[in-house]
């Protein structure tokens, strides 16, 4: 394995779970962000070094494909590695294997560097970091495309503002807290009976303290979509998959 791939071991505590004993959605992408954290961290380019500049790693896309969820007290790992620069945007491959080395979910995700003061993404010239790549673009996944609200489907509305344990190092609202709306706004029932096999979210506008959003979750059959629906801007937005359990 070269420096440009990274593997962080992982095992399912009492509170990253559900009733089900199954690892929370969020978690899972928790479990993405700290391995890419720690990596990019033995790359030069973490977190202290990043303030340092006065930048940020700014994730602005995250797709997901799950089989299956580790339970509790069982160990997981996830493996990550770099590909190449795109368009001053930074993707990142991940596997998700179980105890047994099996690949049980796989993502990719697709990072800015962010200027800290000016609230701006930056180009790969202006920020001069470059990020070797472990993994040729036909290696990969296909680039996440942009996700967009079904066109169809039942609707149901509800508004969240964001508060502090919403928040994250860069002072607005963490990427993986999307995934805790997203598993609220559906009733806690349906989690006894399916899980999410896909999820594809993208992030288009910074969150900060104390925003309000209107949420809109449409649902059609297996397949759903949610996100704000603000006035003035749109902050994000998931497409998903429910995969129910076979008996």
Same mark, same amino acid.
């Given at each position: ?5 990274? #593997? ?31 990596? #990019? ?44 620069t795109r368009h001053s945007v930074y993707p990142r491959y991940f596997e998700i294997r179980n105890a ?11 990072? #800015? ?28 996944p296909k680039i996440p495309p942009a996700p967009k609200p079904l066109k169809e489907g039942n609707i ?5 503002? #964001? ?33 999410? !096999? ?5 992030? !288009? ?43």
């Amino acid at each position: 394995m070269t420096e440009l791939e990274y #593997v962080k071991k992982f095992k399912v505590g009492p509170l990253m779970c559900d009733y089900n004993l199954r690892l929370f959605p969020a978690e899972v992408f928790r479990s993405l962000q700290i391995t890419a954290d720690e990596h #990019v961290n033995d790359l030069g380019f973490g977190g202290y070094a990043m303030a340092d500049m006065g930048y940020s790693w700014v994730l602005i896309r995250t797709e997901l494909w799950m089989e299956e969820y580790p339970k509790y007290d069982e160990e997981y790992s996830v493996y990550t590695a770099t590909s190449e620069t795109r368009h001053s945007v930074y993707p990142r491959y991940f596997e998700i294997r179980n105890a047994g080395q099996k690949v049980i979910g796989r993502a990719i995700t697709l990072w #800015v560097v962010f200027d800290n003061k000016k609230r701006a993404m930056l180009s790969e010239k202006e920020s001069g970091i470059t990020v070797g790549a472990a993994l040729s673009k036909n290696e990969i996944p296909k680039i996440p495309p942009a996700p967009k609200p079904l066109k169809e489907g039942n609707i149901t509305m509800s508004r969240r503002t #964001v508060k502090y344990c919403d928040l994250d190092m860069v002072g607005h609202m963490n990427n993986t807290h999307y995934i805790d709306w997203l598993t609220d706004a559906f009733c806690w029932t349906r989690y006894k009976k399916a899980q999410f !096999s896909h999820i594809l979210i993208g992030y !288009s506008e910074e969150t900060k303290p104390e925003t309000t959003l209107d949420l809109e979750l449409k649902e059609n059959g297996s397949e759903f979509s949610f996100g704000d629906v603000t006035e003035g801007e749109q902050h994000f937005i998931i497409n998903g998959t429910w995969q129910e359990f076979v008996d």
